[in-house]
């Protein structure tokens, strides 16, 4: 087996890990808000990957204050990242099941891509305008008949939620060409940090500990360590060693993937509308992102 082969072998790998590790961010999120508040949810995960993120910038030594052209992107990486998308997705999951979620986080690529065009000013092919299109119906129906005949206040909490992620991949991938993506995000943990910090603390006088059960605890574990570090570390591991193009693919693969821990962990039915949606929704942006440009 060539070099070529070996890493592409190990990106996927790396790339799958990843893709299992934010695959259960819905399940956690929806076992979580049971006892913790969307802000306890958002800031308990950035405090535990800036926790994280400083031990590998220790360890790997690369504890120099980034180049100031990088700190604002970095900011809104962190912003869209640890915020915005955790936030909306655990008010959405305060009313929806996590089946709900998973289907509308398809659309994912699809906003990054977007969110990309408006940045990098890139021209996408009319393939790539219509496969948005089906897939944004595909969600909308969905999101449609789940809701009786129209649609709630959460599937606009998703649509905050995807647009949060797809500007932090955006923003954070300019940068990671040239500092790494696990230093990136890092660094954007540690700035936001502080912050998160204080709605902890005057939130850990009024919660009664004893009360919360030992799930909701253990979701909010996997998080902070899994969902918001170990797996970003593993996801942008396989994107170096096999390609951004290649190992991008494997994340289409989430919300199937999110269905299955949805039906497992939560109980939760899966129609024949949500799968039917979830298939659309993935052939759609498989074909998005091969005719991006």
């Keep these: 087996m060539n070099a070529q082969s070996t890493n592409l072998s190990a990106g996927v790998f790396f ?14 999120t929806r076992t979580a808000v049971f006892d913790f508040s969307p802000l306890d949810i958002t800031s308990a995960r950035i405090v535990m990957a800036g926790l994280l993120g400083a031990i590998f910038l220790f360890l790997s030594r690369q504890t120099r204050f980034p180049q100031r052209r990088f700190v ?36 994912a690529p699809a906003a990054t891509a977007i969110i990309a065009v408006v940045r990098t000013g890139e021209r996408p092919s009319i393939a790539f305008w219509t496969a948005s299109i089906v897939g944004f119906c595909a969600v909308f129906y969905f999101a449609y008949d789940a809701g009786g005949g129209h649609l709630s206040l959460s ?3 998703l649509l ?26 890092s660094w954007a943990m540690l700035f936001l940090t502080p912050a998160a910090i204080v709605p902890l603390l005057v ?3 009024e919660i009664d500990i004893e009360a919360v059960a030992a799930s909701s605890w253990i979701s ?21 060693l ?23 962990f939560l109980g939760e039915e899966i129609t024949a509308t949500a799968f039917a949606c979830s298939i659309i929704v993935l052939a759609a942006m498989i074909v998005c992102l091969r005719s991006r440009t």
Excluded at 15 to 28: E, K, P, R
Excluded at 220 to 239: E, H, K
Excluded at 245 to 262: D, E, F, H, K, T
Aim: no cysteine; charged share 10%.
């Design 15 to 28: 790339g799958v890990l990843g893709m299992l590790g934010f695959s259960g961010t819905l399940v956690a």
């Design 72 to 107: 604002l992107p970095i900011i809104v990486m962190g912003l869209g990242l640890a915020v915005g998308y955790p936030f909306f997705l655990a008010l959405a999951l305060e009313k929806v099941p996590a089946v709900h979620g998973a289907v509308v986080t398809g659309l």
């Design 155 to 157: 599937d606009g909490w």
């Design 160 to 185: 905050l939620g995807m647009l949060s992620l797809g500007v932090a991949y955006v923003e954070g991938g300019r940068v990671s060409r040239e500092i790494g993506g696990t230093a990136t995000l």
């Design 203 to 205: 939130r850990a006088r």
């Design 220 to 240: 909010l574990a996997y998080l902070g360590i899994v969902s918001m570090f170990l797996a970003s570390v593993f996801w942008y591991r396989g994107l170096s």
């Design 242 to 264: 096999g390609g951004i193009a290649r190992i991008g693919q494997i994340n289409l693969l989430l919300p199937l993937v999110a269905l299955a821990w949805s039906a497992l």
